[in-house]
């Protein structure tokens, strides 16, 4: 089984490495990166933590962003290029089948993170901007974010269309990024029925806002060991549980 | 009722459709069975739209059956183990174009499980088999669509499986293509393997199949062996008559039950062959010419075209 999934994640990777489109996105985080040591040395205040603030936000936008974007296209594709049709009539089950798609494009985003985290490093120490195990803690958080981000886009891909799953997954990320807020004025609000609401989008929608450290490292804010492990399991239960849901639904479709 | 050499058994498959997102439902399978057995080439015949490919899909687990009960080597077909014994290739295959040639050959054997020292060999070997060693490092995108096609046989056969399925193998084939095909899927055979082969070109049929369904607007009409098929029924013989009176024609129709069609002055008729002889000397006695007398062969076609035209009439008549 292990091998089946390793199979088709492997050659996941294969196609993002020969597609032009990641390369051009990548070209563009590294662009961002860029501006932002320019703007970093236009400043005239704390030029190390418009880098950082500035990086950050650039590797974790473009990064969510080729998540989405790649994801919700990860099975749509599949099926409708109908190359699904021969990998299916193999020894293996629709469920290796996705999770080896997921597993791959995981890799895939995990690799482009890491090249662009590269870039950020080697401009913070040609710039002579600290970094820090707080640094660290960020690009920990924001492997999981997005691992939880391709499991989104997967579970969509699944069963609808890439532009109706890109509108949800953009949807779910960025209210994902605003129940905490949503909850906390909610709370404040007359309204109980508003307090409902606000209190089970934040229950059951993902919040990406406990993957951010960002705002702790650069003001150098100590991070604990519960500040990365607690966000961690709650990623990876998160994922557990949107995969078998996806699973579930891969399962019942006809590929008519 | 299953017999022990029954490779393929469909026991009375109901599929419907939900054609939008309403409650409306199409059935394209009607309660469909049929069997095939070991060691046989099996061809499954039907019009564009009969259900060939919907029927083949349900087999190869790409489609859940809304009823009815389907095996390949006693295996349900939504098990996932059983697959490593068949091979599929599908109606206008696609694959992963930036792969070359031998690339998506070793990454269908590896997922069919083919062991890590036999696939470099077990690819070369087939691609030598589909006529592809020349393009073996060139990447898919640049194949012409006959080169997808071998490359989707090869794929189907790269773990050496017990059962292939074939949609359309010919598809996009030119005709010495066609031919290699042919002669492929016969050699599967001597091999001791059975095929699945859905088509809707006849001639392939009759030339390698052992036994043949037919389906019609999701109800399978005939199945039987292709030796049956050629020799059911009485022989007939096609009469063109010319200058034959009006009053003879109907006697000719009442007495031997022959069919008429009109061409201008002549009339066609198809008579029973022994009423042959009787029913042109009642015709050359009323003062009409005989133009021509062919035995009538009853042939695949003529069987597939009655089976079509009965389910368009019972469709209409519905």
């Known amino acids: ?256 | 009722m299953t017999t022990s050499n029954d490779i393929v058994l469909v026991e009375d498959i109901v599929k419907d459709f939900r054609p939008g997102f309403g409650l409306r439902r199409k059935r394209v399978l009607h309660g469909i069975s049929f069997r095939v057995r070991e060691r046989e080439i099996f061809g499954f015949v039907g019009p564009n739209g009969a259900g060939k490919t919907t029927t083949l899909k349900v087999l190869m687990g790409l489609i859940h059956a809304t009823s009815g009960r389907t095996s390949i080597l006693g295996n349900a077909v939504n098990e996932t183990a059983f697959r490593r014994q068949i091979g599929y290739l599908p109606e206008n295959p696609y694959f992963y174009d930036y792969l070359t040639g031998r690339e998506i050959l070793d990454f269908y054997a590896k997922l069919s499980g083919v062991e890590r020292n036999l696939r470099a060999s077990r690819v070369d070997e087939l691609l030598g088999l589909v006529g592809l060693s020349q393009a073996a490092d060139a990447r898919l995108r640049t194949y012409s669509k006959g080169m997808l096609q071998r490359v989707g046989i090869a794929q189907a056969l790269v773990h050496d499986p017990q059962v292939v399925f074939l949609d359309e193998p010919m598809s996009g084939l030119d005709p010495i293509g066609r031919k290699d095909v042919r002669d492929l899927i016969l050699r599967l055979r001597t091999q001791g393997k059975t095929v699945f082969m859905n088509t809707h070109i006849l001639s392939d049929v009759e030339m390698v199949c052992d036994r043949v369904a037919i389906i019609a607007a999701g109800r399978i009409r005939y199945e039987g062996a292709i030796d049956e098929f050629l020799v059911a029924g009485e022989p007939e013989a096609d009469l063109v008559l010319a200058g034959l009176p009006a009053e003879t024609a109907v006697e000719l129709e009442e007495r031997f039950g022959a069919k008429l069609r009109g061409h201008g002055e002549q009339i066609e008729l198809r008579v029973a062959e022994k009423d042959a002889s009787p029913a042109m000397r009642l015709a050359l006695n009323a003062g009409a010419r005989v133009v021509s007398s062919i035995p009538h062969r009853v042939s695949l076609e003529s069987i597939f075209m009655t089976a079509v035209n009965e389910s368009q009439d019972e469709e209409a008549a519905s």
């Open chain 1, 1 to 256: 089984m292990i091998l089946r999934i390793w199979t088709l994640a492997s050659n996941t990777v294969r196609e993002a490495i020969r597609s032009k489109l990641l390369y051009t996105l990548l070209g563009f985080a590294i662009a961002l990166i860029l501006l932002a040591i320019a703007l970093s040395q236009l400043s005239y205040i704390d030029n190390d933590r418009i880098l950082q603030n500035f990086g950050f936000a650039s590797i974790r936008l473009f990064s969510v962003a080729i998540a989405i974007f790649v994801g919700v296209n990860l099975i749509h594709k599949e099926v409708d290029r109908r190359t699904v049709y021969t990998i299916l009539s193999k020894p293996l089950s629709r469920s290796e089948f996705l999770l080896g798609k997921y597993f791959g494009l995981l890799i895939t985003i995990w690799l482009q993170l890491g090249i662009m985290v590269a870039f950020f490093v080697g401009t913070s120490v040609v710039t002579g901007a600290s970094l820090g195990l707080s640094d660290a803690a960020v690009i920990a958080l924001l492997c999981v974010e997005l691992a939880l981000v391709v499991a989104i886009a997967t579970l969509f891909s699944a069963f609808t269309t890439p532009m109706l799953a890109s509108f949800f997954s953009v949807g779910i990320w960025i209210v994902g990024n605003l129940t905490r807020d949503l909850k906390l004025m909610g709370a404040k609000a007359s309204d109980t029925s508003i307090e409902w609401v606000t209190t089970w989008l934040h229950r059951v929608l993902p919040d990406m806002a406990s993957f951010d450290l960002t705002i702790e490292a650069a003001h150098g804010l100590p991070i604990s060991a519960s500040d990365l492990a607690i966000p961690m399991v709650y990623g990876v239960g998160y994922i557990v549980i949107l995969l078998m849901i996806s699973m579930a639904i891969f399962e019942r479709r006809d590929f008519r």
